[in-house]
């Protein structure tokens, strides 16, 4: 029986396209909530940016909970614990720091619910956007700001720009987890961080084998957690990664892909075939 859902949210659950969480993905997930199958969302996001979309889930009511920079931190809904799993020391910040100055790229770095950046650019306005995060711009008054390890950070410029130095910051910071999560975007984690270790520490503190999870991802970081889990989609349009390392593939996020494997759950739950 699976007992837990663990969602990616970008172009899986959350369309960007529609703006929204498309209405089967709502309608589904609350059913599948009530049927006793918890919900995880598992995302790059910072935690800032999951809790319009926690509370729109109704996740505090039936125990759901959320992997938030890409697995460096975990939030139990119902109380509102926050567990950090893993952070960026202060030295690495400054590492961080320097390699942005050098190669003319932003950076911008997690300070509970900020997010500090160097500089503004379209990569940032998205985020502020669609999804919700506060960013204070400070320039070269940064550590002015920035005076705890953090959980995430990320360098954004243009696309052209990150082709040229994601070579070389693989090469010179390769004791941080770097994902490029979009073309605007170079996520850095701590090292060996991902949202598959922290499913594997929520499925033994609730006593389950991966046999009780289900996972859905579109980018090639949700990897990992669908090879982990005992049934695993990915949506139609999702990297070729993903959609390798599936079990089922589903519709696109803007028809419901989600709630489409929340529909296959409550079948195989009853003992169908999913």
Same mark, same amino acid.
């Given at each position: 029986?699976?007992?837990?859902? =663990?969602?990616? /949210?970008?172009?899986?659950?959350?369309?960007?396209?529609l703006?929204?969480?498309?209405?089967?993905?709502? %309608? *589904?997930?609350?059913?599948?909530?009530?049927?006793?199958?918890r919900?995880? #969302?598992?995302?790059?996001?910072?935690?800032m940016?999951?809790?319009?979309?926690?509370?729109?889930?109704?996740? *505090?009511?039936?125990g759901? #909970?959320?992997?938030?920079?890409?697995?460096?931190e975990? /939030?139990?809904?119902?109380?509102?614990?926050r567990?950090? @799993?893993?952070?960026?020391? &202060?030295p690495? /910040?400054?590492q961080?720091?320097q390699f942005? =100055?050098?190669?003319?790229v932003? &950076?911008?770095?997690?300070?509970? $619910?900020?997010?500090?950046?160097?500089?503004?650019d379209?990569?940032?306005?998205?985020?502020r956007r669609?999804?919700?995060?506060?960013?204070?711009?400070?320039g %070269?008054?940064?550590?002015?700001?920035?005076?705890?390890?953090?959980?995430? =950070?990320?360098?954004?410029?243009?696309?052209?720009?990150?082709?040229?130095?994601?070579?070389?910051?693989?090469?010179q910071?390769? $004791?941080?987890?770097?994902?490029?999560? %979009?073309?605007?975007?170079?996520?850095?984690?701590?090292l060996?961080?991902?949202?598959? *270790?922290? #499913?594997?520490r929520? &499925?033994?503190?609730?006593? @389950?084998?991966?046999?009780?999870?289900?996972a859905?991802g579109?980018?090639v970081? $949700?990897?990992?957690? &669908?090879?982990?889990?005992?049934?695993a989609?990915?949506?139609?349009?999702?990297?070729?990664?993903?959609?390798k390392?599936?079990?089922i @593939?589903?519709? %696109?996020?803007?028809?419901g892909?989600?709630?489409?494997?929340?529909?296959?759950?409550?079948?195989?739950?009853?003992?169908?075939?999913?």
């Amino acid at each position: 029986m699976i007992r837990f859902l =663990a969602s990616d /949210i970008d172009h899986t659950l959350y369309s960007h396209q529609l703006r929204k969480i498309p209405e089967r993905n709502l %309608s *589904a997930l609350l059913q599948l909530q009530q049927q006793g199958v918890r919900l995880i #969302l598992a995302t790059a996001r910072i935690a800032m940016g999951v809790r319009t979309m926690a509370e729109q889930l109704k996740m *505090a009511d039936y125990g759901g #909970l959320i992997i938030a920079s890409a697995g460096a931190e975990l /939030i139990h809904c119902a109380s509102g614990h926050r567990t950090v @799993l893993s952070s960026l020391s &202060l030295p690495l /910040i400054h590492q961080l720091f320097q390699f942005a =100055a050098k190669h003319q790229v932003h &950076l911008s770095v997690q300070q509970r $619910d900020w997010m500090i950046a160097t500089g503004y650019d379209e990569a940032l306005e998205s985020d502020r956007r669609d999804v919700g995060i506060d960013f204070v711009v400070v320039g %070269s008054d940064f550590f002015s700001y920035v005076k705890e390890p953090a959980c995430m =950070a990320a360098l954004t410029g243009t696309p052209q720009l990150l082709d040229q130095i994601e070579p070389l910051a693989r090469a010179q910071l390769n $004791d941080l987890t770097l994902t490029r999560s %979009s073309r605007e975007f170079l996520d850095i984690t701590p090292l060996h961080v991902c949202k598959a *270790a922290a #499913l594997r520490r929520i &499925l033994q503190e609730n006593g @389950l084998t991966a046999e009780a999870l289900a996972a859905i991802g579109d980018g090639v970081n $949700d990897v990992e957690m &669908l090879q982990l889990a005992g049934l695993a989609a990915a949506p139609c349009s999702g990297s070729e990664q993903a959609r390798k390392a599936a079990d089922i @593939l589903t519709c %696109s996020c803007e028809d419901g892909a989600v709630g489409e494997l929340a529909e296959r759950i409550l079948q195989y739950n009853r003992g169908q075939r999913p």
